[in-house]
Nanobody, 125 residues
């Protein structure tokens, strides 16, 4: 199995940027598609973005399209989520996840057997 650890969260003002990282260990990262999700206490988990095993396909939720960019470096076994033009409504705990699934947008969290512990992102107005 693969272990995932997120980092890079923090407090930022609206309009600012953050880059989240997801470090993978245990198995070759290129075997997995990667996704980012977020969750606010008391609300359902929300899918944010997905990137395919090779990085050639990327999918985004409408709420972040044009502001967030998902990427990966399989040589470094790390995935990234660059978040620009942040808004207060982006405040959440962000999780990275790994999936064997291919050929879909990866928006269903049930496709992901491996999850990180999460990193808090807080955007102040």
């Amino acid at each position: 199995q693969v272990q995932l650890v997120e980092s890079g969260g923090g407090l930022v003002q609206a309009g600012g940027s953050l880059r989240l990282s997801c470090a993978a260990s245990g198995r070759t990262l290129s075997n997995y598609g990667m996704g980012w999700f977020r969750q606010v206490p008391g609300k359902e988990r929300e899918w944010v973005a997905t990137i395919s095993r090779s990085g050639s396909s990327r999918y985004y939720a409408d709420s972040v399209k044009g502001r967030f960019t998902i990427s990966r470096d399989n040589a470094k076994t790390t995935g990234y989520l660059q978040m620009n033009l942040l808004k207060p409504e982006d405040t959440a705990v962000y999780y990275c996840a790994a999936t064997y699934s291919t050929g879909t947008s990866g928006s269903d969290g049930r496709l992901y057997p491996y999850w990180g512990q999460g990193t808090q992102v807080t955007v102040s107005s």
